[in-house]
């Protein structure tokens, strides 16, 4: 990251980006990675809900599963930030998330 | 409480904190503050109270806020709020801003049952418009988990050790609502991470109410770190937190005492799951022999009388 001097900041400090942590690719700290089985999944949103950074989006899009069954929401992980806590796997009450290794899976 | 939310499809999709901020994964804290602003929407001026929150979400020229946000000190969160909270209203009435923006503390137990107690009670007492949340992880976390006024009776932290002479904290958890209660204030509630519809629920009861005065809510929000447990379990352990009997859920709310689902059914103690099934899953309570056990059973049970005599006085 370059080094930012009191010339590239605003007066008195303030941040005038709202919510630009986001550039804080949290995602390199996990160990595990949640995966999502899109014809398990029953999209009842427990995963969204629980995520606490959040890094599970809801996507509008639809998904047909390999029973036929049609969905207009697709929940899918955001790499980037997940931290592979794994809340989202435990929470899940039809056990569609696994979490795989990063190291060996 | 109004009832906002009536299912999980109900709740909103718009979110104002984070990605990115450096909470520790599984941090129930974390999943609290999310809930607050997305319950409270984009009119909210948060002042944050020094602590984990507050250093994981500002590491500058970084910011996890999507909202206009101000960090003062660690003990003055509700004195400063007072002083945003007075502001608007001042500009508001000289017709120099038109906003109905809301104010809302957010703050750690350490912040609030201890260091910050003498400015929450000023804020309360002079009455500002101001929502004060109290996200409760029972200890001083970011500093190392130091006990707070808020850590429990038995719990280990790294100032109420385990060894020969001590067994954890000698002393039992403060009861914050009670002291809140007291300054006669129109609404204060009792969530949990693991209830989030309520939570958020009671977000925009509260907010509503601010036109009348202050009001104020505590969440439990586990620590994965400092409660000694892998992260995974966050959420587990704080639904059985309520689901013991350990933290029930209930509002006041006008001078009416209200208890919501599950603690609704909690009078009754064959209703509570055994406190064991939430000591179990949590490092600073190993120690504990069953004799321990039983001792913070009776406490449950004494808190559950208290709470009972005070439904009915108040019910
Ligand atoms: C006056 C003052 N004393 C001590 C500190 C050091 N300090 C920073 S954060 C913190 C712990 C905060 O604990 P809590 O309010 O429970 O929030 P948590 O970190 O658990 O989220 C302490 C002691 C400080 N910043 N200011
Ligand atoms: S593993 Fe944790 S951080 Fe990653 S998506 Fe699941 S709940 Fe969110
Ligand atoms: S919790 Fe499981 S079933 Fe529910 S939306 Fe998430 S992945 Fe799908
Ligand atoms: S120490 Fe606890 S409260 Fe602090 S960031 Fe980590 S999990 Fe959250
Ligand atoms: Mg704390």
């Known amino acids: 990251m370059k080094q930012l001097t009191w010339k590239d900041l605003p007066i008195g400090g303030i941040i005038i980006e709202p919510g630009n942590a986001r550039r804080n690719i949290t995602g390199t700290w996990r160990t595990e990675r949640p995966v999502i089985d899109q014809d398990a999944c029953i999209r009842c949103r427990i995963c969204w809900m629980y995520c606490p950074e959040p890094a599970i989006l809801e996507l509008d899009k639809p998904y047909v599963t390999k029973s036929g069954k049609k969905y207009d929401v697709t929940y899918e992980v955001d790499y980037d930030h997940c931290k592979g806590c794994g809340i989202c796997a435990h929470e899940c009450p039809v056990k569609a998330i696994k979490m795989v290794s990063e190291v060996t899976g | ?315």
């Open chain 2, 1 to 315: 409480m109004k009832v906002y939310f009536r299912t999980i499809k109900d709740l909103p999709v718009d979110e104002y904190y984070g990605p990115g901020q450096l909470t520790c994964a599984g941090c129930g804290p974390s999943i609290a503050v999310r809930w607050l602003l997305k319950a409270a929407g984009p009119d909210v001026i948060v002042v944050n109270a020094t602590g984990c929150i507050e250093v994981t979400t500002t590491s500058y020229p970084y910011t996890a806020w999507s909202v206009p946000y101000l960090h003062v000190a660690f003990e003055n969160s509700a004195a400063a709020a007072s002083g945003v909270e007075s502001a608007l209203r001042v500009l508001r009435r000289k017709g120099i801003l038109d906003t109905k923006a809301k104010v809302m503390v957010i703050a750690g137990d350490g912040g609030t049952y201890d260091i910050g107690l003498q400015s929450l009670s000023g804020m309360l007492e002079r009455g500002h418009g101001v929502l004060y949340v109290l996200y409760d992880n029972e200890a001083y976390m970011n500093t190392g988990i130091q006990r707070s006024g808020g850590t429990p009776h038995f719990a280990w932290t790294t100032t109420s050790p385990v060894g020969s002479k001590l067994k954890g904290k000698v002393q039992r958890k403060k009861d914050i609502m009670s002291i809140v209660i007291g300054h006669h204030i129109p609404y204060a509630a009792t969530a949990n991470i693991a209830y989030p519809i309520d939570l958020a629920n009671k977000v925009k009861t509260a907010l509503d109410y601010l036109v009348e005065g202050p009001a104020f809510i505590h969440v439990l929000a586990p620590c994965p770190p400092g409660w000694r447990y892998p992260e995974e379990m966050t959420v587990e352990i704080a639904r059985l937190a309520t689901e013991t009997g350990y933290f029930p859920l209930y509002e006041w709310d006008h001078g009416r005492i209200r208890f919501n689902p599950p603690s609704n059914a909690h009078f009754d103690k064959s209703r509570r799951k055994p406190i064991i099934e939430y000591l179990k899953r949590q490092g600073r309570f190993a120690h504990l022999t069953e004799e321990d056990i039983k001792e913070i059973e009776k406490e449950i049970d004494e808190y559950w009388d208290y709470l009972a005599r005070l439904a009915k006085a108040f019910g």
